[in-house]
């Protein structure tokens, strides 16, 4: 009888749905000597958790502390910022340089100045006019909707 109640108790537990007095009952039963022999590969599994449970978990870890007074935290932080502040100098100047270093299109003569200038105009005028068309084929698509729809 006893042995149905155990294996009924054994289903339980491992279908997740045990209540804490169950399983204490179960590691009760497989600490006895008394354990069915069919049941017996449940026994170390059970002792397992009776000598888990009974060990001290409760281990002091120690972390260590930085001992820094304020003054040395001042002298460190100190150092930090103006180590980033000279990083972000260098970093500004050597991007400075790279950017003035570049040839802007200066020109000698004024002819060839005009020249180049006029070619900028020109193709900046060739896209305007191509965005234009865009525009004008917008707005036939604009009228067309507008009929069918009327608004």
Excluded: C
């Amino acid at each position: 009888m006893e042995s149905n109640k155990i294996e009924l108790l054994l289903k339980k537990y491992f279908e997740g749905e045990s209540s804490i007095a169950e399983e204490k009952e179960l590691q009760k039963y497989f600490a006895s000597a008394g354990v069915a022999r069919h049941l017996e590969k449940y026994k170390s599994m059970f002792g397992y958790f009776a000598y888990a449970a009974a060990q001290d978990s409760k281990q002091e870890t120690k972390v260590p502390q930085l001992s820094l007074n304020k003054k040395q935290n001042r002298v460190w932080l100190s150092i930090a910022a103006s180590i980033v502040v000279l990083l972000g100098a260098g970093t500004y100047v050597y991007f400075d340089r790279q950017v003035s270093n570049q040839d802007l299109g200066t020109y000698d003569s004024p002819e060839a100045a005009l020249k180049e200038t006029q070619k900028a105009l020109a193709m900046l005028s060739k896209n305007v006019n191509v965005g234009i068309e865009s525009v004008i084929a917008l707005e036939e698509y604009e009228d067309s909707k507008n009929l069918i729809f009327k608004e």
